[in-house]
Structure formats: C-alpha cells, structure tokens
C-alpha cells in the first residue's frame, strides 16, 4: 500500500479530483450520500481512474460491494457498515480497509478487523453532520495511537491546517478533512495550505 498521506482529504463528487490532483494531492475518500447505484458506480469509476492515471489512492466510502466489482484498491467502513459488511470477501479481493471509531468498544471491534487504518473522531467540533459524540480532544488522538500500535491511525472532524498539524503532533499519521477545504471560498488555496502545512510529515516519510 503506498503510505497514508498526512493530508486526507474527503470529497462527495468526483468531479473535484482534478481540480485537487493538479496540486498534488494524493489521498482522497469518495463520500456519496443518496445517489442511486448508476451513478455512483459512475462516479467511483470515474475517481477510481482519475487518482490512478495520478498515482493517488482512492478510498470508497461504504459502498464495497460496488468497489469490490469494479476493483477498487481500499474502503472506508464506519461501525454500521461493520455489521453488514462481508469482511472475507473484502480480504479475498485484497482490499484495504479503514473503519471509523468514537468509543474503545468500537476500537476493540475495528482492530478485530484487522483493518489498514483506524479512523478516530470526531477530535473537534465539526458541522459535517450530527454526531453523539462529544469532540474528542488532542489527548484522545495521542491516547489512541499507543493502543492502535503500528495500524495508521487517521483523525477527523473539525480539521483546520493549524489544528492539522496539532493531531499530527498528538500521534496520528494522517489528518483527514472535509468542510474546511470543500466549503471554503477558494478550495484549490484551501488544500495548498494543508499540503503546506502537512509537507514535513510527507517529507519525513520519504526521508
């Protein structure tokens, strides 16, 4: 697997890859709500083949069936999707697989998976959606990387570039974010400054 990027960023069309690609960002997430099954196997097919003609990674958000069909490389699962997910079909087709956690029982059930990545959020207040969980904090990130162990672990919700670095600094390989690139005036300017920011993590991984 060619290694997490400490900039992770999440998009819910693949008609953003270009604008994102260009710059150099490599390490997307596919996340599509309420779209019938054409025209997101359209749209995973479509991203699937933009990120490789780019050497990017591409991870599909819940819909591993589809991913699995049209040979995707990686999924990202959250703690429902565990319950329906066909786990060794996933494994049998040599897909890599991240979960989402907010609580140690959903860690003790994602690390069971053996998953490529644990996903923990979310660490500060977001808008992306409704959540019960409280924000879980910069101790929480630190706290969990020395019980994932050598699993990559990824933090997510309420990402600036500054407080990017701070989850990075807390323990977690990579920072994944969604409004405050999307939703921001200037989206390409927006993700120039993540990559800026993340550059010495990347580089330190290189090294």
Same mark, same amino acid.
């Given at each position: 697997?060619? =290694?997490?990027?400490?900039?992770?960023?999440?998009?819910?069309?693949?008609?953003?890859?270009? %604008?994102?690609?260009?710059?150099? @960002?490599?390490?997307? !997430?596919?996340?599509?709500?309420?779209?019938?099954? $054409?025209?997101?196997?359209? !749209?995973?097919? %479509? /991203?699937?083949?933009?990120? *490789?003609?780019?050497? *990017?990674?591409?991870?599909?958000?819940?819909?591993? !069936?589809?991913?699995i069909d049209e040979d995707c490389d990686f999924i990202? +699962?959250?703690?429902?999707?565990?319950?329906?997910?066909?786990?060794?079909?996933? %494994?049998?087709?040599?897909?890599?697989?991240?979960?989402?956690?907010?609580?140690? *029982?959903?860690?003790?059930?994602? +690390?069971?998976?053996?998953?490529?990545?644990?996903? +923990?959020?979310? @660490?500060?207040? =977001?808008?992306?959606? !409704?959540?019960?969980?409280? $924000?879980?904090? #910069?101790?929480?990130?630190?706290?969990?990387? &020395? &019980?994932?162990?050598?699993?990559?672990?990824?933090?997510?919700?309420?990402?600036?570039?500054?407080?990017? &670095? *701070?989850?990075?600094?807390?323990?977690?390989?990579?920072?994944?974010?969604? =409004?405050?690139? #999307?939703?921001?005036?200037? $989206?390409? /300017?927006?993700?120039?400054?993540?990559? /800026?920011? =993340?550059?010495?993590?990347?580089?330190?991984?290189?090294?």
């Amino acid at each position: 697997m060619k =290694t997490l990027d400490p900039f992770y960023l999440i998009i819910d069309d693949a008609s953003w890859l270009p %604008r994102f690609l260009r710059l150099g @960002v490599r390490f997307f !997430q596919l996340r599509i709500k309420d779209k019938a099954e $054409p025209e997101l196997r359209e !749209q995973i097919c %479509r /991203a699937r083949d933009l990120c *490789a003609r780019a050497g *990017a990674v591409l991870v599909v958000n819940d819909y591993w !069936q589809i991913a699995i069909d049209e040979d995707c490389d990686f999924i990202h +699962l959250g703690q429902e999707d565990l319950e329906t997910a066909d786990l060794p079909a996933i %494994r049998r087709h040599d897909v890599k697989l991240g979960i989402s956690t907010h609580d140690e *029982a959903e860690l003790d059930r994602a +690390l069971s998976a053996s998953p490529d990545y644990i996903a +923990l959020g979310p @660490v500060f207040p =977001t808008i992306l959606k !409704q959540m019960p969980w409280a $924000p879980q904090g #910069l101790p929480r990130v630190t706290d969990w990387k &020395r &019980r994932v162990g050598s699993v990559p672990l990824v933090a997510i919700g309420g990402l600036t570039p500054e407080r990017g &670095r *701070a989850v990075l600094e807390a323990g977690a390989d990579s920072a994944a974010v969604v =409004t405050d690139v #999307l939703l921001n005036n200037n $989206p390409e /300017a927006r993700a120039a400054e993540w990559l /800026a920011e =993340t550059a010495p993590w990347r580089r330190s991984r290189r090294a």
